[in-house]
């Protein structure tokens, strides 16, 4: 049980979702975490879970100056870190005819600006034999209809795996991409209305080869594998989704 204990890991959208099941998985295991994510009053609760080893900074990732205070923060409270887990993005769908700047420029700016220059911010924090991962998606390898923003943000996070993991493999670093299917998390058709939403959902499951959503822990089981036990693997992508993309 005791398997992170001595460990300090940093995970953004650390509060819900993959990134909190994340977090319990490792502070569960003796890791200390710090988790970060917009909503205060997501974290508060995500903190009363997690029990004593964990605490949690507010911030927006595509703020580069809240990303200096995460960086303070994390050297105040842990001083070295041991694995980054660099999570938060959004998901929306919009149709390329009527898709606009703004949604354009807020995705990139969330999911790959924000994953960017989290590691570029915390990278002077990283112990030698750390582990970043980077959550990308299976949508940057396939082709649903309106997807087309969110797959090509989730695209730059795969490629930012193998060049970010050339750029700190001197100092020890790896750095490596997890790729989730659909999995059962707040985030899946959140800007749908409610009956599209569920139908998506659905469908979702229903497609996979494994006729169901992967769960939030059979994701952080993943990630736990590529920030600490997979020591020779970096710049790589773990499919983490029922068969989707490959049966
Ligand atoms: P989620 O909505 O529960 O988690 C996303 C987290 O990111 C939230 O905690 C949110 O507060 C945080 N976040 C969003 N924007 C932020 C910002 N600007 N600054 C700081 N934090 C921010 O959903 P999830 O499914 O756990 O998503 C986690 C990651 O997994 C996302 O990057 C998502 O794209 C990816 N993903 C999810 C699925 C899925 O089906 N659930 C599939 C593939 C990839």
Redesign the pocket.
Same mark, same amino acid.
């Given at each position: 049980m005791d398997n992170y204990r001595g460990k300090n890991v940093v995970i /953004?959208?650390g509060?819900?979702?993959?990134?909190f099941a994340t977090a319990k998985l490792l502070a569960d295991g003796g890791a200390r975490v710090l988790i970060?994510?917009?909503?205060q009053a /997501?974290l508060d609760t995500a903190l009363e879970r997690l029990g004593g080893n964990a605490v949690a900074v507010r911030?927006? #990732?595509?703020a580069l100056s809240d990303l200096d205070t995460l960086a303070e923060r994390a050297r105040d409270e842990l001083g070295t870190v041991e694995a980054l887990f660099v999570?938060?993005? $959004?998901?929306a769908t919009m149709p390329f005819a009527s898709t606009t700047e703004q949604f354009y420029d807020e995705m990139f700016a $969330?999911?790959a600006k924000?994953a960017y220059f989290t590691v570029r911010k915390l990278a002077p924090l990283l112990s030698t034999g750390a582990g970043v991962v980077l /959550?990308t998606?299976?949508?940057n390898v396939t082709s649903l209809p309106a997807t087309g923003v969110y797959s090509a943000s989730?695209a730059a996070l795969r490629s930012m795996a193998r060049t970010l993991a050339g750029e700190l493999l001197p100092r020890g670093i790896r750095v490596n991409a997890i790729s %989730?299917?659909? #999995?059962d998390?707040? $985030?899946?058709g959140t800007t749908m209305p409610e009956a599209e939403a569920e139908r998506f959902v659905a469908e979702r499951a229903a497609e996979n080869p494994m006729g169901r959503l992967g769960t %939030?822990g059979e994701i952080a089981r993943a990630v736990a594998f590529l920030a600490f036990d997979a020591t020779y693997t970096t710049g790589a992508e773990l499919v983490v989704d029922g068969g989707a993309t490959q049966l």
């Open positions: /953004t959208g509060g819900s979702g993959i990134g970060t994510g917009r909503s /997501t911030g927006d #990732v595509a999570n938060a993005g $959004i998901a $969330i999911n924000g /959550t998606s299976t949508a989730k %989730p299917g659909p #999995v998390t707040g $985030i899946l %939030p």
